[in-house]
Structure formats: structure tokens, C-alpha cells
């Protein structure tokens, strides 16, 4: 348990599976939806493209225009995807702080669904 919540292991890493849950019903009425193990945690894929990942570091990675990056950064619970010690513009992570509520964990799923589906199906 971390924090009152369950924890699966996914490739030595873990992730919050009640986050993941959550998530899934956020996203269940989407089509093209798929869940892959990646990360360390569960990635949720439209059409193929990455949308979120319940992340094995705890909290949400989340997908987002990449010219809307600097500007997500100023809110709170916000930080840089930070992948191969470089900022991946188009990618933030969320604390679990950020993605608490109903209404937060919402807003971003939303926003990594509406840039995935922006994207070629794979």
C-alpha cells in the first residue's frame, strides 16, 4: 500500500492501480482505447498514441500540444517530462496532488485524449 492505495508491480516499478481505475473510467466511453504496461506504469493508448500514463513514479504522464507546454507548466502539480536528462516538449507529469479530484484527474485525461486523437492512428 502507498499512501492508502494499492500498488502493482509492472516491470520492477510500481503504479497506483486505484489511479489506473480511475482513469479507465474516465476514458472507457473513448474508441480505439488500449492499455500497455510502459514506463513502469500503464500507459493508455488511442489509436495506438500514448494519451496518459499512470505513472510508476506516482501521478499521471500526460500528452498535450506541444506549444502549450510552457504555459501547463506554471500550474500547480505540474513539472517537465524529463526523458534522457532533456524536457520532452508535449509531455508533463502531474503529481497525485494534481490529479486528486474527480474534476483534475478529468482535465487532464481529457487533455492527453484530445492531442492523441490529434495524431495518425498507428
Not at 507546454?69 to 502539480?77: A, I, V, W
Not at 474527480?102 to 495524431?119: I, P
Request: with cysteine; aromatic share 4%; proline share 4%.
Amino acid at each position: 500500500m502507498v499512501a492508502g492505495r494499492r500498488v502493482t508491480q509492472n516491470h520492477r516499478m510500481a503504479y497506483d492501480t486505484d489511479l489506473a481505475d480511475r482513469v479507465r473510467e474516465l476514458i472507457a466511453a473513448e474508441r480505439g482505447v488500449d492499455e500497455k504496461p510502459m514506463f513502469g506504469g500503464l500507459a493508455f493508448l488511442i489509436g495506438g498514441n500514448m494519451s496518459v500514463c499512470v505513472s510508476g513514479r506516482g501521478g499521471l504522464m500526460v500528452r498535450v500540444p506541444p506549444e502549450d507546454t510552457e504555459q501547463l507548466l506554471g500550474l500547480d502539480h505540474v513539472e517537465p517530462m524529463i526523458m534522457s536528462g532533456r524536457q520532452t516538449r508535449g509531455w508533463l507529469r502531474v503529481s497525485a496532488d494534481g490529479v486528486a479530484s474527480t474534476r483534475q484527474l478529468q482535465t487532464w485525461v481529457r487533455r492527453g485524449v484530445e492531442q492523441a486523437k490529434t495524431l495518425p492512428a498507428k
